[in-house]
């Protein structure tokens, strides 16, 4: 993406006061073709420090728009149709005491990172044992079959 900057240096005399005056396709050149709308900053050209309250306009033909920078230096444009077709000279007023000015494309701001997942602990799965096997029925056709014993009766006692 291109920088575009404005910078105006004037002689600073007491008391009075100078304007920038970019074309606003100028300003508006780097746009998305999708942007309704575009940010900018407004700073000290010696210091880079952001300007404040600078009063800002677009003055040509029957489209108006004034606005004025907010307490970080920022101001946004409309990014539409009517405003290139007449491309306005964009007037930013500049205080007493400042000797230049830059306006900047506001950079994007830029999304944090997302946050480290924790790994998952890997537990082992438990040993497994296998089951005895059961008989099955053709094991138990193999086997002889068993008959239950009689009981044993005591045996009777011998006479001498």
Do not use: W
């Amino acid at each position: 993406m291109r920088t575009l900057s404005f910078v105006v240096l004037t002689v600073a005399l007491a008391g009075s006061s100078c304007a920038l005056r970019p074309l606003y396709r100028e300003l508006v050149s780097s746009a998305p073709a999708d942007a309704k709308t575009m940010s900018f900053l407004v700073l000290d050209a010696q210091t880079r420090a952001p300007l404040p309250g600078i009063k800002l306009e677009l003055s040509e033909g029957k489209n108006r728009l004034q606005l004025s920078t907010g307490p970080d230096g920022s101001f946004t444009l409309p990014v539409e149709k009517k405003y290139r077709d007449e491309n306005p000279i964009v007037v930013v007023a500049i205080p007493a005491g400042v000797t230049g000015v830059l306006v900047e494309p506001k950079p994007a701001p830029v999304a944090p990172p997302p946050a480290p997942v924790a790994p998952t602990p890997v537990v082992p799965a438990p040993a497994v044992t296998p089951a005895p096997e059961a008989p099955t029925p053709n094991d138990t056709a193999a086997q002889p079959p068993t008959t239950p014993s009689a009981p044993t009766t005591p045996s009777a006692p011998t006479t001498p």
